[in-house]
């Protein structure tokens, strides 16, 4: 089963707005990660937020985290073309846990 | 360049074949996982192995089978037993510590098999 869940499921935006996806998740986690797909292509892993930590930047991408809501989003600031990918969140349960995927958020940005 | 690899990229399979993907890292790291991925999905996780010579199911571990022989490699096994096999499979890896995972999954490109 999936524990998160990503929404939107699709996301349109121009060149220059800000991107944001939400992830929930059901049971409670030691920490949360989030991946960018292009078409076709593996994962890559762009950010990694732990159960106590509230906020993480890096460089235009900047996640939260609200345990107690058990939610997380991810703001992609001034957005580029480049940026066109799937993402994706996932959940580790404890230190040797397995991760768990979502279905994904579909972003297309235009020029 | 440290990284994993997947082969072959495609595969085409005819039905009431085994088809094995390979999957290799040069990164030291002791976990790996394989993981299914259908069109507008998201991944699903098949098998994993925490260190050599063990392995568990995933999620959906029917109808594949996995090796763990040397750290560095971790084989999957499309059996004829598997309904659906169609799929984008992913191979990952991610390092560990003495108290668990040190961070991310490292993911290799991908293998698209296609029953025909």
């Known amino acids: 089963s999936q524990q998160g869940e990503e929404d939107p499921q699709a996301l349109s935006i121009q060149e220059g707005e800000n991107a944001t996806m939400n992830c929930s998740y059901k049971t409670s986690i030691n920490n949360l990660q989030w991946y960018r797909q292009n078409s076709g292509r593996g994962l890559v892993h762009l950010i990694l937020i732990r159960s106590n930590e509230r906020e993480k930047h890096s460089g235009r991408l900047r996640v939260t985290l609200d345990t107690s809501k058990k939610s997380s989003s991810l703001l992609i600031t001034a957005s580029r073309a480049a940026d066109t990918a799937s993402y994706f969140c996932?959940?580790?349960?404890?230190?040797?846990?397995?991760?768990?995927f979502g279905a994904g958020t579909q972003v297309v940005v235009t020029p | 360049d440290g990284g994993i690899t997947q082969s072959p990229k495609y595969l085409f399979r005819k039905e009431g074949q085994n088809v094995t993907l390979s999957c290799e890292q040069n990164?030291?790291?002791?976990?790996m996982y394989w993981y299914r991925q259908d069109p507008g999905q998201g991944l699903r996780l098949i098998y994993y192995?925490?260190?050599?010579?063990?392995?568990q199911k995933g999620d959906i571990a029917e109808g594949y089978s996995v090796s763990r022989e040397k750290k560095e490699s971790f084989p999957l096994t499309v059996t004829s037993a598997q309904k659906n096999p169609t799929a984008f499979y992913l191979c990952?890896?991610?390092?560990?510590?003495?108290?668990?995972?040190?961070?991310?999954?490292?993911f290799g490109e991908g293998s698209r098999l296609t029953v025909l």
């Open positions: 990952a890896s991610a390092g560990t510590s003495g108290s668990g995972f040190t961070g991310e999954l490292f």
């Open positions: 192995s925490q260190i050599v010579n063990d392995f």
């Open positions: 990164l030291n790291h002791d976990a």
């Open positions: 996932a959940t580790v349960t404890d230190s040797w846990g397995k991760f768990q």
